[in-house]
């Protein structure tokens, strides 16, 4: 989706499943106008202040590291 690794941890979340089916996001996700045309076409949702926290790597087409640390925690992403 062409973002950084970090840019990607920090972006808002959203988990759908099939059971239970809900759509949970966290707050401010969804722009109102979504929010309804999902809500209208049958989908159950949740609002959630955060969901989890997250702390990835990405490998880079030439090999190196990019890390991303979620800032809702105590994480960090050091490398050498």
Known sequence: ?????QEAVDSKKFHHQW??????VEEN???????DKLF???HKI???TSLGRMDCIL???DGSL???ADNRGD???LGY
């Open 1 to 5: 989706y062409g973002m950084g690794m």
């Open 19 to 24: 059971l239970p089916d809900v759509l949970v």
């Open 29 to 35: 996700t969804l722009s109102d106008q979504l929010n």
């Open 40 to 42: 209208k076409i049958g």
């Open 46 to 48: 949740v609002k959630r």
């Open 59 to 61: 490998v880079n087409d």
């Open 66 to 68: 990019e890390g991303g």
């Open 75 to 77: 994480n960090i992403a």
